[in-house]
């Protein structure tokens, strides 16, 4: 039995990966953490949905919290490590 009767495998290119926060600015970072800030607590579920901005600028910095970038649809995002 060949493995190609399982389906075919999934394009390697075309799986999200992690990128080290090291290699983005800032901006870059601060951006992503106000989409995930206001993505998580809406902006209509909480007064203040950036509140929590810095505590989650920590967690990326700490590995808490990494950079997810999805190759297909070319955005990035924060996320848990698997």
Same mark, same amino acid.
């Given at each position: 039995m060949?493995d190609?009767?399982?389906?075919?495998?999934? !394009? &390697?290119?075309? /799986?999200?990966?992690i990128v080290? =926060?090291?290699?983005?600015?800032e901006?870059q970072?601060?951006?992503l953490?106000?989409?995930y800030?206001t993505?998580?607590?809406?902006?209509?579920?909480?007064? !203040? &949905?950036?509140a /929590?901005?810095g505590?989650?600028l =920590?967690?990326?910095?700490?590995?808490?919290?990494v950079?997810w970038?999805?190759?297909?649809?070319?955005?990035?995002s924060?996320?848990?490590?698997t």
């Open positions: 060949s190609y009767a399982n389906g075919p495998e999934s !394009d &390697p290119r075309q /799986e999200k990966f080290e =926060a090291s290699l983005l600015t901006d970072l601060g951006g953490a106000e989409e800030c993505r998580y607590h809406g902006l209509n579920d909480t007064e !203040d &949905p950036l /929590e901005l505590r989650i =920590a967690a990326i910095r700490s590995g808490e919290l950079v970038f999805d190759p297909v649809e070319n955005t990035a924060l996320g848990s490590p």
